[in-house]
């Protein structure tokens, strides 16, 4: 799996690099449940990888242990070439690693513009008594990340819906206003966690297109988790795929495809 | 008039931008809302801009005469393009960004155009689909960079990288030397009409007719450089050529662009316009957000707002067209403009408007009336592209719903024996583009331009009247005009009634299909505890037959006190049981009812509303959305509505 470390370009020009983390034999139990069991991967710099595999197949796990929110019993998780020590949520996302959530976690009363300004926190560097002062350092600041913050509006063409306050807009712009607030924080590392679910085919495309382009204009490594098999196939470079905690498929698209245990897992296997 | 302006300082659009950066260089020209700041440009950051872009073109290799297609969403940067490539000696042809990618091909080659300025990636990959269809395409330019960086740029470039070029290679001689060619007679831009009928045919304008036009009509309106417009219609419409550049560029005011056609009621508020365009349809979804926030609002302020509305209502339109009213209805009204009308408009984006227009399509009364009664000073232009827009329109204080207006300053108008209007005017189009048997059939040698419409000079007002279009209008079989548009859409502007249909062209009277809004009636059956499990049975509920047939009388009643129409009262209607829908061929998708097919299929209900029958047992095919086939079958009331006595001029004749 690791013979492929040499940096490559891909056939629509986006140029993969080398290993960005590597995660190895991590195995992860609450209390006598095993729910990932031995597992090995690595995400390559500037690819979108996908994580798919059947309900309960461990697949948040996975993504809570790459974000370091869970710490797992065995194995050890390798950022940037070296072992990434236990952290607090906040030391990871200064390390550029930014997600959503499955159940959408925005700030429901706050405007959408207010949200995806939260996601500028690491980036702010003055101090409370600067910020109450206002003028100077601290008021510069601020408009040095508003203007960051607009131009993620502009890319994800929420422009409409910037003063709305995120209570009141439907579930797929809400999913969007996740993914603003997670780009806003200029991350090197986005996980996605089903991006997807719950979508129209239509929101389901227009999504895919922004997680193409974000990862083909910023060139932003991204690792998601989704169930719509399609969507995951046109959408990623690489794929791993759980079954009850164990890794039963790791390759391209067409390579899983063809993967008879995948098929098995999918689609139910006659016993005997 | 033309001989002294041509060749003068106002020959072309490029040289009023020079005209406007030496005499207003500070004042903003152009305002664009990006990255959630209103960006502005000056008149001569402007015509720099302008400039850049011209030298860019010139170095691309264009000629004199040459057509470029413009296509894209309002922002400067498409404007800025529009006169440049005038500053270049050649055609601006602006297209739909919406359209599609076979339209845009068969305007691109029907204009031979070597060269687009495009505004983002939507329109690039539109026009590489069609690209193997069109050698003669050169080089496409594009705004806006997002999502275009890894596309190949052989012949791709972008707007701001042709500027750099310009700028530094561009040669200004000779583009100077362009801009001083231009004459009055050349040509300022090239429009496609939308075509209805057949293929779309391009208009070709000249400077004359943009600029004359702009002249006159702003000084119709007083028109000055402190006005501010949104512009937010379609680049590739006349309207907005005229209001945009035209007008714009002859009074030196400001274009503001909005951020996304989402933002357009949130940019509206921001920058307050002082000059306004609608269709009536904007007019119309501004008023139901009005109304159904209204509905949620508390008890007190929902009173109040009913209760200063209908003062509005009984005094708002005789205030703006100056008559006298009462000292204590001015006092209530004043009033009521600090409590009511004054955060509505605020809320609308129109407190600071002091000329509207609509044009398009007929406007309801109710609809009119509303705007008017807060002091909003709307009114109703007709016009068409062949006519460089303006025909007729309302002088301030003479504005009423059911005409058009007057003669626009410099126009000419006649009606021909037909009833079909025709203009001749300053404005008038050269002619259509490499199409000399339509222009022939359009314009006759004199200038005299036939419009489509049918329309008589109201006697009393002296403003143009719009029937109908020519080819529905038809003869019943006295000899009496009939014009079914004209009847349905007075039904169709009540609330209850979603579509008419009027029979009786070579009848001896007229009927009417009527499909009621169930939104509108359902509410109202709601209200009144009146239950229905179905379209077809609330459609001939008794109480909804009685609603309807009050309307009918209303109409009828107006429609008899215009002794040109008066034999177009309805005599007899029946609720359809089914919405007439485009899936059945019953409609165009735009929604434009096809009388002749409507007339075949319901067949046997027509013959009932003519041969006197109570009611009628009908079954029809219709058409689900996957496109399956049923039947629905209904038993129809036929009703009769009260109609008054024509006094026939016919008779009197005889």
Not at chain 2, 251 to 277: K, Q, W
Not at chain 2, 404 to 416: C, D, Q
Request: aromatic share 8%; with cysteine; glycine share 8%.
């Amino acid at each position: 799996m690791n013979a492929m470390v040499d940096p490559y370009t891909t056939e629509d020009g986006r140029k993969i690099g080398g290993v960005l983390m590597d995660m190895r034999n991590i195995t992860l139990r609450f209390g006598g449940v095993e729910a990932i069991k031995d597992i090995s991967f690595n995400i390559r710099e500037g690819e979108i990888r996908a994580i798919i595999g059947p309900n309960g197949a461990g697949k948040s796990s996975m993504l809570n242990v790459i974000s370091g929110f869970y710490k797992p019993q065995e194995g050890e998780v390798h950022f940037r070439g070296s072992i990434r020590p236990p952290m607090k949520p906040y030391q990871v996302a200064r390390l550029g690693i930014a997600r959503t959530f499955q159940n959408i976690a925005l700030f429901e009363g706050m405007s959408v513009l207010d949200n995806i300004m939260t996601g500028r926190l690491n980036h702010m560097k003055t101090g409370l008594f600067a910020q109450a002062i206002w003028k100077g350092a601290a008021e510069k600041e601020e408009i040095e990340n508003r203007a960051h913050v607009e131009r993620v509006i502009d890319f994800l063409e929420i422009q409409a819906i910037r003063k709305t306050p995120v209570g009141r807009l439907p579930y797929g712009l809400k999913k969007r206003v996740e993914l603003a607030r997670a780009l806003a924080a200029d991350p090197k590392l986005l996980l996605l966690d089903e991006p997807m679910a719950g979508m129209n085919v239509e929101e389901k495309e227009d999504m895919s297109r922004f997680i193409l382009d974000v990862n083909d204009e910023f060139g932003t490594t991204i690792a998601l988790i989704e169930h719509d098999m399609g969507v995951v196939m046109d959408l990623s470079d690489r794929v791993v795929v759980m079954d009850y905690g164990r890794k039963i498929g790791d390759g391209t698209p067409s390579e899983i495809i063809s993967n008879q245990e995948v098929i098995d897992a999918y689609l139910g296997v006659a016993h005997d | 008039m033309t001989v002294v302006a041509s060749n003068t300082a106002h020959a072309s659009v490029p040289r009023l931008l020079a005209r406007n950066a030496a005499s207003f260089g500070s004042r903003a020209a152009y305002r664009e809302k990006e990255f959630g700041i209103w960006q502005s440009w000056t008149w001569s950051e402007a015509a720099k801009e302008v400039d850049a872009i011209a030298l860019g073109l010139l170095t691309l290799g264009v000629n004199k005469g040459d057509h470029i297609a413009i296509i894209g969403r309002n922002r400067p940067m498409l404007y800025w393009s529009i006169v440049a490539v005038q500053s270049t000696g050649c055609v601006p042809v602006p297209l739909y960004q919406d359209a599609a990618a076979d339209e845009v091909a068969y305007a691109l080659e029907n204009c031979n155009a070597r060269f687009a300025i495009v505004g983002d990636q939507e329109q690039v990959d539109k026009i590489a689909d069609v690209r193997d269809q069109l050698p003669m395409l050169q080089q496409i330019v594009y705004a806006d960079p997002k999502g275009l960086r890894k596309y190949d740029h052989t012949d791709l470039t972008s707007l701001a990288d042709l500027q750099d070029i310009g700028r530094k290679q561009g040669d200004k001689t000779l583009l100077q030397s362009r801009i001083d060619e231009a004459t009055y007679d050349d040509t300022c831009v090239m429009l496609y009409t939308s075509g209805t009928t057949g293929r779309p045919k391009g208009v070709v304008l000249s400077n004359r007719n943009v600029i004359e036009t702009a002249k006159n009509s702003s000084d119709f309106d007083n028109l000055s450089e402190v006005e501010e417009i949104l512009a937010y219609l379609p680049m590739a419409w006349v309207g907005d050529f005229i209001f945009s550049i035209g007008q714009a560029y002859w009074s030196g005011f400001c274009v503001n662009c909005p951020e996304s056609a989402e933002t357009m009621h949130a940019d509206l508020r921001e920058i307050g316009p002082t000059y306004f365009f609608a269709p009536p349809a904007v007019f119309e979804a501004h008023l139901t957000q009005v109304m159904i926030r209204m509905e949620d609002a508390s008890p007190i302020k929902r009173k109040m707002f009913h209760h200063f509305m209908a003062h509005a209502k009984k005094v708002g339109p005789k205030i703006l067209d100056g008559e006298t009213v009462g000292l204590l209805d001015r006092l209530k009204y004043t009033v009521g403009e600090f409590l009511v009308y004054g955060p509505l408009k605020n809320r609308l984006g129109l407190s600071r408007v002091r000329i509207g227009y609509t044009a398009g399509e007929a406007i309801g009364p109710e609809l009119f009336d509303f705007y008017r009664s807060l002091g909003i000073n709307l009114k109703q232009l007709y016009g068409q592209t062949e006519a460089t827009v303006f025909i007729t329109q309302q002088p301030d204080g003479q504005v009423r719903s059911d005409t058009v207006g007057v003669p626009s300053p410099g126009v000419e108008l006649k009606i021909a024996d037909s009833g079909e209007v025709f203009y001749r005017s300053p404005g008038t189009f050269v002619e259509y583009y490499n199409n000399p048997e339509s222009t022939a059939s359009t314009k006759d040698p004199e200038g005299w331009v036939a419009t489509g419409d049918a329309g008589f000079i109201d006697k009393t007002s002296g403003h143009l009247r719009i029937i109908d279009r020519i080819k529905d209008v038809g003869k019943m079989a006295d000899g009496a005009m009939f014009a079914p548009k004209y009847v349905e859409n007075k039904l169709k502007f009540f609330p209850n009634i979603l579509e008419a249909v009027v029979f009786g062209a070579g009848r001896d009277r007229c009927c009417a299909f009527v499909n009621i809004d169930l939104t509108a009636v359902g509410n109202w059956a709601e209200r009144n505890n009146i239950a229905y499990s179905s379209y077809q049975e609330i459609s001939q509920h008794p109480r909804v037959l009685e609603m309807i047939n009050s309307h009918i009388n209303e109409v009828n009643e107006i429609v008899a006190g215009d002794e040109m129409l008066a034999s177009c009262q309805i005599h007899r209607f029946v609720i359809l049981h089914k919405e007439l829908d485009a899936d059945d061929g019953e409609m165009t998708r735009t929604r434009k009812v096809r009388r002749a097919v409507v007339g075949e299929k319901f067949g046997d209900i027509v013959d009932a509303l003519y041969d006197g029958s109570p009611a009628v047992f009908t079954e029809t095919e219709v058409t689900y959305e996957d496109g399956r086939k049923g039947k629905i079958s209904a038993n129809l009331q036929v009703c009769d509505a009260s109609v008054k006595p024509v006094a026939s001029q016919k008779v009197a004749a005889e």
